[in-house]
């Protein structure tokens, strides 16, 4: 079974500062995968990202990037120049690469950016 | 743009009611899922299903069941609703077998068992 920490329940910074999300995870299996998904205050989730776990590579999306470190199992995700609209509930979910799909959600971090 | 919709936004029911919840998806997706999310506890796998007529149960299953007669409509069945499960509860699905693929959800009805 998978394990994910989001030590950060919630998390207010103010518009313009960059914040990072922090995820930590547990897994026994070899080939795994890694998401990040966002809940804003609509409700709806929304699928942000994926890693596979033979993919180190860092990534930089406009605003957004993520830091995967295999070597300390954790996935964390940064978010510059941080806007009004990004404030949501943002959930990292490691998934199993076996089987139909088993995906384990952290509790989730509330970011909230102040105006 | 995919469309996975829930029944309802809001239901009330009342302690021992039968309870269903009904997700339909526009996308020929394979698989369904069927989450809560409780505050402090993120989401939570109740039952899955990765064809008509199957079903796995997920994390948390006592107390629910699922029906999946046809591909795109997957219902979540409270035999007899208690108060501890009022809850969001979310629809999801995902095309294929591959783990890969991201799942999309549906917009969640929060339920409240009086």
């Known amino acids: 079974a998978q394990k994910v920490t989001q030590a950060q329940t919630e998390i207010s910074v103010v518009e313009k500062e960059d914040v990072t999300l922090d995820c930590v995870y547990e897994?026994?299996?070899?080939?795994?995968?890694l998401f990040w998904y966002k809940q804003p205050p609509s409700g709806e989730l929304v699928f942000l990202i994926r890693?596979?776990?033979?993919?180190?590579q860092n990534e930089i999306s406009g605003r957004y990037s993520w830091n995967f470190q295999k070597s300390t199992s954790s996935f964390n995700f940064t978010i510059t120049a941080s806007q009004v609209v990004d404030s949501a509930v943002y959930f990292c979910?490691?998934?199993?690469?076996?089987?139909?799909?088993?995906?384990?959600f952290g509790i989730g971090t509330k970011l909230q950016v102040i105006p | 743009d995919v469309k996975v919709t829930q029944s309802s936004r809001y239901l009330v029911k009342r302690t021992g009611e039968k309870v269903f919840l009904e997700c339909v998806q526009d996308?020929?997706?394979?698989?369904m899922f069927w989450y809560r999310q409780d505050p402090g506890l993120g989401l939570r796998l109740i039952y899955f299903?990765?064809?008509?007529?199957?079903?796995e149960k997920g994390d948390i299953p006592e107390g629910y069941s699922v029906s999946r007669e046809k591909k795109e409509r997957f219902s979540l069945i409270l035999e007899s609703a208690s108060t501890n499960q009022t809850s969001m509860y979310l629809c999801?699905?995902?095309?294929?077998?591959?783990?890969?693929?991201?799942?999309?959800f549906g917009p969640g009805t929060r339920l409240t068992v009086l």
């Open positions: 979910a490691p998934s199993e690469a076996r089987g139909y799909q088993k995906v384990t």
């Open positions: 299903s990765y064809d008509v007529k199957m079903k």
């Open positions: 890693r596979n776990s033979f993919d180190e």
């Open positions: 996308m020929d997706h394979e698989n």
């Open positions: 999801a699905i995902s095309p294929g077998t591959d783990s890969y693929n991201e799942q999309f």
């Open positions: 897994t026994r299996d070899t080939t795994y995968y």
